[in-house]
């Protein structure tokens, strides 16, 4: 799971678009 999010963050990062934000959140969520 870990790194599908790390994928994803850097996915999001490399767009540079919102989709970024949401990812952020996931990311953070999934942490807790």
């Given at each position: 799971m870990k790194i599908?999010?790390?994928q994803t963050l850097?996915?999001?990062?490399k767009r540079g678009t919102?989709?970024?934000?949401v990812v952020?959140?996931?990311?953070l969520f999934a942490l807790h």
């Amino acid at each position: 799971m870990k790194i599908i999010v790390r994928q994803t963050l850097f996915y999001g990062l490399k767009r540079g678009t919102k989709l970024e934000e949401v990812v952020s959140g996931n990311a953070l969520f999934a942490l807790h």
